[in-house]
């Protein structure tokens, strides 16, 4: 049997055979934050150093198209980096798309692709793929909350606020892309939902929803004579032009 050289902790030479020595790493890759696997150039996962657990749940991806994970919208940006991948040979590309989880929802992964079809070992492309949905969402809810407090701060209407808010939740949750577009309907959407993202939605929610209702109280203040009701001369002009 095939022994391969080893030190323990403490600096002792000591010995494991090459199936532990494979079994070993087998198992630092399942439990690693990323997977490699290997591709044939029309896309299939030919071999997968771990069964991609840590990065979309599939206990096994042998045989799977990896175009097949790949969301609708990001489709352009796979089929341009895998021209990118397979024209460059011993180069590695890196890109971000949006890759269905083993449970239906989307995450955000970036990879790391490097075509070794002439490599008499590999005869494939290896992908290195890291599940970066964490980071993507914080960066996001901080973009989005920017956008939606500007919205309200400038006077927009409530629709273009719940439409800022619902992208802010597309972006944390895609299953929200279902959500209602009304305001009141919204905020009972997002009804038990602790997460960042959602009570950052109902937040800003609310302030938009009072800032709308303080502004149109001041409006109409500004237009009407308390005292009979009718308009005043702010608001009879403004009802001339």
Known sequence: ??????????????SVTAGEREAYYATLLRYSAATVSV???EGNVVSSGGDGGPVLGYEDLVAVNARALVHPEDL??????????LASPG??????????HSDGHWEVIEAT?????????????????RNVSRRYRQDRL???????????????SLTEVCRLVRALLVHQDSSYEAAPDGIDELIDALD?????GGLQARGILTLARSSHLTTTELRERATVDGLTGLANRVGFTDALN
């Open 76 to 85: 352009p940006v796979f089929e341009d980096l895998s021209a990118q991948v």
């Open 142 to 156: 901080l973009a989005d909350s920017a956008a939606a407090l500007e919205a309200i701060a400038s006077g927009r």
């Open 91 to 100: 180069i590695e590309i890196d890109g971000q798309l949006r890759m269905r």
């Open 39 to 41: 591709l044939d150039a």
């Open 1 to 14: 049997m095939i022994e391969v050289a080893s030190w323990s902790s403490d600096g002792e030479a000591g």
């Open 192 to 196: 038990g939902d602790e997460s960042p």
């Open 113 to 129: 692709a490097c075509n070794l079809l002439d490599d008499p070992v590999i005869e494939g492309v290896i992908v290195t793929t």
